[in-house]
Structures are given as structure tokens and as C-alpha cells.
Nanobody, 115 residues
Framework: QVQLVESGGGLVQPGGSLRLSCVASGNMFRIYIIDWYRQAPGKQREWVAVITRDGSTNYADSVKGRFTISRDNAKNTVYLQMNSLKPEDTAVYYC?????????WGQGTQVTVSS
């Protein structure tokens, strides 16, 4: 089982930025497809972004143009750069790594956008 640790969440004003990180254990990081999800209070978990093994990316319409997902295979880390944050971005953010052999989730990091 891959262990994942997210960090970087916090309280930010509308229009501000945060960068989330997710560090994975093991030595197979480069083969994983990695997604970010989020879950707001009282709502279902929502897919946010994905990055594939070759670095291709895709985003939910709600974050396209504001969020950027990236990966550093040498550091076993995936990032989510979040700009122009809105109150509706408030949620717990989770990373998920998957391959044929694994599907693992982190514990989540809270992002709160409020003035």
C-alpha cells in the first residue's frame, strides 16, 4: 500500500493562492496516475485534476485556468498550484495515486477560502 501525505492547506482570502503537496512512499511513483479530489462539507467528493505518467494533465471545468497540477518524480511528489481562489474552493483536498496494482488515498488537507 502506498502511503500518501498531503500538506499545504490553510486559510486564504478570496483571490489568493496556495500550493498543495502530496508525497508518496515507495519507489514506483513514476508509473502512477495521480488525481486530486476535494470534498466540501455536505457534498460528495469531486474530482479536480489528473496528471498521467507522461505528464499529461486535465482539469475540472470549475478549476480550469486557475489550478495547475504537476509532478516531481525525483521527489515522489505531486503538486496542486491553486490561484485566484474562490470561497467555493473551500474543501478538504485529497490526492489519489493509482496503477494496475494500487489505488491509494491520502488523509486530506483542509483549504478554506474566506475573508
Amino acid at each position: 500500500q502506498v502511503q500518501l501525505v498531503e500538506s499545504g492547506g490553510g486559510l486564504v482570502q478570496p483571490g489568493g493562492s496556495l500550493r498543495l503537496s502530496c508525497v508518496a512512499s515507495g519507489n514506483m511513483f513514476r508509473i502512477y496516475i495521480i488525481d486530486w479530489y476535494r470534498q466540501a462539507p455536505g457534498k460528495q467528493r469531486e474530482w479536480v485534476a489528473v496528471i498521467t505518467r507522461d505528464g499529461s494533465t486535465n482539469y475540472a471545468d470549475s478549476v480550469k485556468g486557475r489550478f495547475t497540477i504537476s509532478r516531481d518524480n525525483a521527489k515522489n511528489t505531486v503538486y496542486l498550484q491553486m490561484n485566484s481562489l474562490k470561497p467555493e474552493d473551500t474543501a478538504v483536498y485529497y490526492c489519489n495515486v493509482r496503477s494496475v496494482a494500487t489505488n491509494s488515498w491520502g488523509q486530506g488537507t483542509q483549504v478554506t477560502v474566506s475573508s
